[in-house]
Nanobody
């Protein structure tokens, strides 16, 4: 069983930066596809960024491309999301997730098997 714990959310002004962390425990996370998703009030959970298995490739939603960077520290079993040039529309609860199965889209939250509790990011204008 894999456990995920996010941290690093908070309140920031537009144009500011935050770095989210996702610490994995229970199993080594390198063999999982790892992703960040977010959910704003009244909206569906949406894809933000992800690693393929073993961290070979990264992918981003168009809305965050060039502003957010996903990275990982395998020694610490931790995935990060560096968020720069934040906008009010980035306000959401951010979730870290891990996908064990090989089938299904890596962009769909429904295909992920393990989730953290979420961390709130609020960007003021």
């Amino acid at each position: 069983q894999l456990q995920l714990v996010e941290s690093g959310g908070g309140l920031v002004q537009a144009g500011g930066s935050l770095r989210l962390s996702c610490a994995a425990s229970g199993r080594t996370f390198s063999s999982y596809a790892m992703g960040w998703f977010r959910q704003a009030p009244g909206k569906e959970r949406e894809f933000v960024a992800r690693f393929t298995r073993y961290g070979v490739n990264t992918y981003y939603a168009d809305s965050v491309k060039g502003r957010f960077t996903i990275s990982r520290d395998n020694a610490k079993n931790t995935v990060y999301l560096q968020m720069n040039s934040l906008k009010p529309e980035d306000t959401a609860v951010y979730y870290c997730a891990a996908k064990d199965r090989y089938s299904g889209s890596d962009y769909s939250s429904r295909e992920y098997d393990y989730w953290g509790q979420g961390t709130q990011v609020t960007v003021s204008s």
